[in-house]
Nanobody, 125 residues
């Protein structure tokens, strides 16, 4: 059974940094795509980074967030710098296999099969 467990969230001031981790219960080599999403109260879940064959970011985090994966540790990371109050949300990692809809470097939540439970990030001004 696939389990993804996020960690590393917390409270920081605006301009600060956090590094999120997502540990998988299986080899991450099984996942062609791994991604990070976030969801703030009352808002839809939105993608903030994905890594399949390449890494893709939406404009609102480009240059501030970096996604990486270490298949030797079965872990996905998200380095977040220059954090803003609007980055406050629950952050989730997601994954899917080659050939899935996620394989198109998708940042759409419905395209991913496997999900973690989330880790909270709060950025104060």
């Amino acid at each position: 059974q696939v389990q993804l467990v996020e960690s590393g969230g917390g409270s920081v001031q605006s301009g600060g940094s956090l590094r999120l981790s997502c540990a998988a219960s299986v080899s991450t080599t099984l996942f062609y795509c791994m991604a990070w999403f976030r969801q703030a109260p009352g808002k839809e879940r939105e993608g903030v980074a994905t890594t399949c064959s390449v890494s893709v970011y939406p404009d609102f985090v480009k240059g501030r967030f970096t996604i990486s994966r270490d298949n030797t540790k079965n872990t996905l990371y998200l380095q977040m710098n220059s954090l803003k109050p609007e980055d406050s949300a629950m952050y989730y990692c997601a994954a899917d296999a080659r050939g899935s809809r996620a394989s198109r470097n998708s940042l759409a939540a419905p395209d991913y099969t496997y999900w973690g439970q989330g880790t909270q990030v709060t950025v104060s001004s």
